[in-house]
């Protein structure tokens, strides 16, 4: 579904110089925008509409599916001279995302949805747009990098390492990266908000969301009890030797490495370090049972296409915020699963989440965590 096709005669001009801007109505797709204008390019905004508030049972005043954010997005795209569309990817964001989402958290995962979201809507539906409407590029508000270079296309982290966003874009390919562009890789945050004031847009100060945008309380097991209209059983909480602790609420309200909330008493700090959904089971035990060197990844992805059938080494972290650690990289025997051996052990390594691998600058590829049984 299209709306806003007032312009609609505009965007069949296809051409190198053109591109799609996804437009969340914060200031960092509105700078992008920006700078492709000012490179010359013909630019379309838009917003992809993902979710109604009744698919998560909240209001959607706080979030990027927003009437307040759109009208954001679209006042920015009037100031630049851009025709700004509406697309509707309700459905694909249902089956592609929150339902994944929530059946990760039910197999005792901890997923991250923002991943999933650049792989199938971002750079799968929105690319298929762009080709559909003749635009050579899809345009984000990501802060990273790319570069060609004989003959291919890599991806790169940020210049500046405080807002560095590649890994959550692990999973783009070659062919994605050649028709994509991320215009503020080489900027801070404090120069895009300022070209932002610069340009007179209303994004300028606009605080930015830190929570999962379907999750906008950040309680995601209440948005999973009232996505399924089911509370999920409570049962022991018990040490590594399989006494009981106490109780837990269900087991999709816990994550590795958590410590508060646990309603515990105990001499000393415990850690979550294990979920057993067999036994309807919380696992406490010390701090130093969070730490291991080997994680096994399953749907290993390697951005060049074909990944190494031989050990390498590079650099690799398991979750969005840690600095990346030496590790080796060794491909399983049938491509899809490979193992990292961390040079030292790694802190709660979490079943559902992202291991991400890096030569220098450059992101090479990676996979999901899982734990073997």
């Not at 847009?201 to 009232?226: L, Q």
């Not at 992805?301 to 398991?318: F, L, M, Q, S, V």
Request: aromatic share 10%.
């Amino acid at each position: 579904m299209l709306k806003d096709t007032k312009h609609e005669s505009s965007i069949s001009a296809a051409g190198e110089l053109t591109a799609l801007i996804a437009m969340s109505g914060g200031v960092d797709s509105s700078v992008a925008a920006c700078r492709m204008k000012e490179m010359g390019y013909t630019c379309v905004g838009c917003t992809m509409r993902l979710y109604e508030n009744d698919m998560i049972g909240e209001d959607l005043l706080a979030t990027c599916c927003s009437k307040k954010d759109t009208d954001d997005a679209r006042s920015v795209a009037e100031r630049l001279g851009m025709p700004y569309h509406i697309f509707h990817y309700e459905n694909e964001f249902r089956e592609k995302v929150i339902e994944p989402f929530v059946q990760s958290y039910e197999r005792c995962e901890t997923p991250n949805p923002c991943i999933e979201c650049n792989r199938f809507m971002k750079f799968d539906s929105l690319y298929k747009k762009a080709e559909e409407l003749g635009l050579g590029k899809i345009v984000t508000g990501h802060y990273a990098r790319i570069e060609e270079k004989d003959g291919h296309f890599y991806l790169k982290k940020a210049l500046y390492p405080a807002k560095d966003q590649s890994y959550v874009l692990y999973c783009m390919t070659e062919e994605q990266l050649a028709r994509t562009a991320f215009p503020l890789g080489e900027l801070t945050k404090e120069e895009v908000r300022r070209i932002a004031e610069e340009q007179g847009f209303r994004t300028a100060e606009k605080k930015e969301s830190m929570d999962i945008c379907f999750v906008p309380d950040g309680d995601y097991a209440g948005m999973i009890c009232r996505y399924r209209n089911r509370e999920y059983p409570g049962g022991d909480i018990v040490d590594r030797d399989g006494n009981v602790l106490g109780h837990h609420r269900g087991l999709i309200h816990y994550t590795i490495g958590q410590r508060r909330g646990l309603g515990v008493p105990a001499d000393r700090r415990l850690y979550v370090t294990r979920l057993d959904p067999e036994k309807n089971q919380v696992v406490l035990s010390d701090e130093e049972d969070l730490f291991r060197r080997e994680v096994v990844i399953r749907d290993f992805h390697w951005i060049t296409g074909t990944p190494p059938d031989t050990e390498i080494r590079c650099k690799a972290k398991i979750r969005y915020r840690q600095t990346e650690q030496p590790a080796t990289l060794i491909p399983g025997p049938e491509g899809g699963t490979a193992k990292l051996r961390f040079d030292e052990p790694q802190r709660a390594a979490t079943p559902g989440q992202s291991a991400v691998f890096y030569d220098g600058d450059y992101v090479l590829g990676g996979g999901i965590i899982f734990f073997e049984k």
